[in-house]
């Protein structure tokens, strides 16, 4: 199941149908007045996001994901899968800055994951499953690099430690640090927000619900209102 993100706890993410309804999220922050940067959905330090990348990666994940939504009767508004996209593509990319920064590299925890996502979606086309390793992968990326480079930083400091937890605490810890020194940004269209390394889910920032019908597409933040997606077009569902 893909698990609603709290702020300040990491939540693991992995694969089903009925998951899909809840987003994940993306990053945001300082740099940019209003967070927007002509044709990018994320910025985060020197590396940017494209809208296009997040679109056509929507699309993708989409068709992943189309016979299981279809079998069980489920639709889903594909500004959901948007938000989930580029949050899981903005988090890869904050880890792979932070492997950089830190020079280390994601454990074979990580490579597990990404062998079982594999897995699951042996059948599909190359670049339907080549979407799915690269939204699947962001979350788990990430923390699996926070561990990594928290085990570094307590060796330095003369407290290693063989905790997972605890490690990933101070690799979060990290990450906050770095995200203080770095612009980090995201188009206010996507509703997403990040405080003090924690993802957390908004709103969109740049237009406001007038018809009850909008409005009700507004407050289904963690999971899609019915009414609101069954008057949807079919150009902005998935299912």
């Not at 979407?131 to 290693?160: C, D, F, M, R, T």
């Not at 612009?183 to 018809?211: E, F, N």
């Amino acid at each position: 199941m893909i698990l609603q993100r709290h702020p300040g706890r990491p939540v693991r993410r992995s694969v089903t149908v009925a998951g899909l309804a809840a987003v994940g999220l993306l990053l945001s922050g300082c740099g940019g007045s209003l967070g927007i940067h002509p044709g990018s959905a994320v910025v985060v330090g020197d590396d940017t996001v494209s809208m296009s990348k997040v679109d056509d990666t929507t699309a993708l994940y989409c068709r992943a994901y189309l016979p299981q939504l279809q079998q069980a009767g489920q639709k889903v508004p594909m500004r959901f899968l948007r938000q989930f996209v580029a949050g899981s593509l903005a988090e890869r990319d904050l880890g792979e800055q932070l492997a950089a920064e830190y020079d280390v590299r994601a454990t074979t925890d990580y490579a597990t994951q990404q062998t079982q996502v594999a897995q699951q979606f042996a059948t599909a086309e190359p670049d339907v499953k080549a979407a799915v390793l690269e939204v699947e992968g962001g979350s788990p990326y990430l923390q699996n690099i926070q561990v990594a480079v928290g085990h570094k930083l307590l060796a330095e400091s003369g407290s290693p430690t063989t905790k997972a937890k605890d490690a990933l605490q101070r690799g979060q810890v990290a990450t906050q640090d770095w995200l203080r020194s770095h612009s980090s940004s995201i188009d206010p269209v996507l509703g997403t927000s990040l405080a003090s390394g924690a993802l957390t889910q908004g709103y969109d920032q740049t237009s406001y619900a007038v018809s009850p019908l909008a409005a009700a597409g507004v407050a289904s933040v963690q999971q899609p209102d019915p009414t609101y997606t069954a008057a949807l077009p079919p150009s902005q569902i998935c299912g």
